[in-house]
């Protein structure tokens, strides 16, 4: 879940600080996220894989849990470096429509300024 944050605000970073578009901060903050993504996942992966290949009295349980954690992590860093971005841009598409629908609609129900009266000659 943190890693997903970190991508999506590395994003938001690229577009409001230096102003590059939707599919440019995509594009470029995925790749400076990867490694500190893949390094993390790892080492959790890593660490978790002797309990996770233990035997002895109570590695079952221990290894059920590792093995739970060890998929758990795979599964999110995948989420998170696949399907974060993809639904990052269709989420910010949809509200850019959005908004630019809502744009239109206020500015053509804008009310005409009435005139005043004319004066009786």
Do not use: H, W
């Not at 744009?103 to 804008?110: D, E, K, M, N, Q």
């Amino acid at each position: 879940m943190k890693n997903g944050i970190l991508l999506v605000d590395q994003m938001n970073q690229l577009r409001t600080k230096q102003g590059f578009e939707r599919d440019q901060a995509v594009l470029l903050a995925a790749p400076q996220r990867l490694r500190p993504v893949l390094m993390t996942a790892f080492s959790l992966i890593l660490g978790l894989l002797p309990v996770a290949l233990a035997t002895g009295g109570m590695a079952e349980s221990r290894a059920a849990m590792a093995i739970l954690t060890i998929g758990g992590m795979t599964t999110s860093t995948f989420l998170t470096l696949l399907v974060v971005p993809v639904v990052y841009s269709l989420f910010d598409a949809a509200t850019e429509r959005l908004r630019s629908a809502g744009r239109r609609l206020s500015g053509s129900r804008r009310r005409q300024p009435i005139p005043p009266p004319e004066a009786p000659t």
